[in-house]
């Protein structure tokens, strides 16, 4: 998180700042740690800069913790659903006269 704060701006009106940095780091993403992974994405509901905290943590690649209000996992899926996505086609059939 110190890196995206040296990074952007964005940073400094994260909901997050005030709050217990531990939060967001569950040991995992079910069973017990469902609870703590639900506060801290009530905190992220409230974030400002909620889509450019996603945005930084998907082209940051794997990292742990919430992000954006998305667990690892849930950025994984993220990634993986962007990179299925077909692209529009470049063919010379495509372009319009
Ligand atoms: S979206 Fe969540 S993790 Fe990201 S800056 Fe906001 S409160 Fe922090």
């Known amino acids: 998180m110190?890196?995206?704060a040296a990074e952007g701006t964005w940073w400094?009106?994260?909901?997050?700042?005030s709050a217990d940095p531990d939060l967001f780091f569950p040991i995992s993403a079910s069973g017990p740690a469902l609870?703590?992974?639900?506060?801290?994405?009530?905190?992220?509901?409230?974030?400002r800069v909620r889509p450019q905290c996603?945005?930084?943590?998907?082209?940051?690649?794997?990292?742990e913790g919430i992000w954006g209000g998305a667990t690892e996992e849930e950025r994984r899926v993220i990634v993986?659903?962007?990179?299925?996505?077909p692209r529009p086609s470049r063919s010379v059939a495509a372009v319009p006269a």
């Not at 400094?12 to 700042?17: G, N, P």
């Open 12 to 17: 400094d009106l994260a909901a997050c700042s």
């Open 35 to 47: 609870a703590q992974v639900m506060r801290a994405k009530a905190v992220c509901a409230t974030c």
């Open 80 to 85: 993986a659903h962007h990179s299925a996505s």
């Open 2 to 4: 110190a890196r995206a």
């Open 54 to 63: 996603l945005q930084f943590a998907l082209a940051e690649g794997p990292m």
